[in-house]
């Protein structure tokens, strides 16, 4: 497992006054906000370097600011860097040690609102040591925690600049016209289209536009395209979904949640394009995609001769005609983690798989995403991934393994991986974590609404399941990777609520008692 176990040392007291004036420094250094989002944080992880193998240059050293700990000067660390493999640490800033945390956390993962099978673990994110364990490597449900191994594993193998392509294609056949699914789960066919602009979705309706636009200009230049009336081109359409294979339907069945995993959809196959969340999904949403890009093109100026049917484009990918592409895969990560997006979870992991040359299928998914952990440098400690978004009950990993690869994300010699903690929502104002860690009854209580604005985690939530794994910097400003996890709960509520304890004893204290 990627961390290393840690000794105890000598401790301090810490006031209550220097925690909250790290809270408030966090927040304020973060910059300003923006619908729940730092827009600072968003910038910074957009600003990685093209190359995921090569450390960012001057102009990318941003996201330090916020993964480090405060008050580091990195003058007096190169030392310490050295001793931990290359890891900048926070030689001014004390660690918190096993007995402060055992102290700390000890008694709360006794709340009976956790259930009979609970476990914990805490990593130092500068050193990689484990400084806290409760049954951290005991294998239980992760439920959407397990978006964070996806998001880890995509980013791994194909870097945050990637960019998912949906392309149309000339057919074997003259007047046909193939509409090929690349797997981007985010395409669109809202609003007016834009262009090749890779801060927002890819578009259907642009594709369309430039579809329309190539094949009149095939058709002036006496290439290609057969004569409608009034001149305007005439052809059939076809679309292709091989790119992904093996069963679409999740093994949850027919959700909500989550559409049919498919490599090409439209507005995430909702039947009404404006919904967000958990919304009732078409039957098919590559039939439903293909009839939608037909109708845009008749807007365009085309004739598109009767209904969309499934087919394949032709071997060697000649005859494009045109092509959008979906926004970086940073962006794709850190909306997957905000929102705890099913569908761009499954997507990524599928993308996950086809890079590592296995089948963009559930299986070969979850073999990709735990070998690219593997890769990495990961100890599975016998982890299965058997989805990428964390609603399959197959899914087995430890809260070892959860931390692990949160404090993975945090080396500086990964910048690639950065966006898997910058999209952490934020506790009490992002994500689903908008409204935890700051309601009237905790503040009331003088308990978690302290840690509002330091706590950046993925929730999990399924039936008797609920976890809750990120980063927290303490009260000294050391940045700690964690995660929680409870298995037979039977008040989410409660559950949720005793979770947000947990990571707020870590944001509230140093944890340096005596040993």
């Known amino acids: 497992m990627w961390f290393r176990r840690a000794s105890t040392g000598r401790l301090a007291a810490v006031s209550a ?5 790290l809270a408030l420094t966090a927040v304020a250094a973060a910059g300003p906000w923006e619908s729940g989002r730092r827009t600072a944080e968003r910038a910074r992880a957009a600003a990685l370097d093209r190359d995921p193998g090569r450390a960012p240059d001057a102009a990318h050293r941003l996201a330090p600011y916020v993964l480090e700990p405060l008050g580091a000067p990195a003058e007096e660390d190169q030392e310490a860097a050295g001793r931990s493999g290359g890891r900048r640490g926070a030689a001014t800033i004390p660690v918190p040690t096993r007995q402060g945390l055992t102290d700390a956390l000890g008694p709360l993962l006794e709340d009976p609102d956790l259930g009979p099978d609970s476990s914990a673990a805490v990593i130092d994110a500068t050193t990689g ?4 364990g409760a049954r951290e490597s005991v294998r239980t449900t992760p439920a959407s925690t397990v978006k964070i191994a996806t998001a880890a594993a995509v980013l791994e193998v194909l870097g945050p600049q990637y960019r998912i392509p949906t392309t149309v294609v000339a057919g074997a056949k003259p007047g046909r016209i193939v509409l090929v699914g690349g797997g981007d789960p985010t395409l669109t066919a809202r609003g007016k289209g834009n262009g090749d602009d890779e801060s927002a979705p890819a578009s259907l309706r642009t594709l369309a536009r430039n ?12 290439t290609g395209g057969n004569g409608g009336s009034g001149g305007a081109p005439k052809v059939t359409l076809a679309y292709d979904t091989s790119r992904f294979t093996g069963p679409s339907l999740h093994p949850i069945g027919v959700n909500d949640n989550i559409a049919r995993v498919t490599a090409l959809m439209a507005d995430q196959g909702r039947v009404d394009p404006e919904t967000t ?15 939608t890009f037909a109708d845009l093109l008749r807007e365009e100026g085309v ?22 592409r979906s926004q970086p895969l940073s962006t794709l990560v850190e909306h997957m983690l905000l929102h705890s ?28 995403v735990e070998a690219a952990l593997r890769g990495a440098g990961v100890d599975l400690d ?12 197959a899914d087995d990993v430890s809260a070892g393994f959860l931390a692990s690869v949160l404090a993975l994300a945090a080396d500086p010699g990964r910048p690639g991986l950065r966006p898997v903690l910058t ?15 700051g309601d009237d009854e905790e503040k009331a209580a003088g308990r978690a609404s302290q840690a509002a604005g330091l706590v950046r985690a993925k929730t999990g939530t399924l039936t008797g399941v609920n976890t809750l794994a990120g980063t927290v910097v303490d009260a000294d400003g050391r940045l700690l990777a964690f995660a929680f996890m409870t298995r037979g709960t039977t008040d989410p509520v409660g559950a949720q609520a005793a979770l947000d304890r947990l990571a707020s004893a870590l944001a509230n204290c140093g944890c340096r008692l005596a040993a």
Request: proline letters at 6%.
């Open 17 to 21: 006054a220097t925690g909250l004036v």
């Open 129 to 132: 040591d484990l400084l806290y």
């Open 211 to 222: 579809t329309a636009r190539a094949l009149k200009g095939a058709g002036a230049a006496g």
């Open 277 to 291: 969340g958990h919304a009732p999904r078409v039957a098919d949403p590559a039939a439903s995609a293909a009839r």
């Open 303 to 324: 004739e598109v001769d009767g209904e969309p049917r499934p087919g394949r484009a032709p071997v060697g990918g000649e005859g494009r005609l045109a092509e959008v």
């Open 341 to 368: 997006d099913n569908d761009v979870a499954e997507a990524l992991a599928r993308h996950t798989a086809l890079a590592s040359g296995r089948p963009g299928s559930f299986e070969g998914a979850g073999d990709a």
């Open 382 to 393: 016998g982890a299965v991934i058997a989805d990428g978004s964390g609603l399959d009950r």
């Open 423 to 437: 999209g952490l929502p934020v506790a009490g104002f992002s994500g689903t974590l908008r409204n935890r860690f």
